[in-house]
């Protein structure tokens, strides 16, 4: 059970999923609100909509600005793989 991220006590999970969809992103929002790190496989989603580039960068805009409106970060590690963190006590560097 995941309880408040500002508790000191609370546990910190850290799950891997796959972007497929924008539909993903309503999730990968709520796993953040539950104060989860999440490693998030990209390579299917850009094999997809490799040539929409708007909508790539639409998708990558919103995840970033779910990280930041819970003061966490995003990063990118590798070719396919980001990093989103869930509060400002876990940070990117």
């Not at 796959?18 to 104060?35: A, H, M, V, W």
């Amino acid at each position: 059970m995941v309880t408040n991220i500002n508790n000191s006590r609370s546990r910190i999970y850290i799950s891997q999923r796959q972007l497929n969809d924008q539909r993903d992103i309503s999730q990968i929002e709520n796993e953040l609100k539950n104060g989860q790190i999440l490693f998030l496989k990209t390579s299917q989603f850009f094999e997809q909509y490799q040539d929409e580039v708007i909508k790539l960068k639409s998708a990558i805009d919103q995840l970033k600005k779910i990280c930041l409106s819970f003061g966490g970060s995003i990063g990118r590690i590798g070719p396919d793989l980001l990093v989103l963190t869930p509060n400002e006590k876990i940070k990117l560097y």
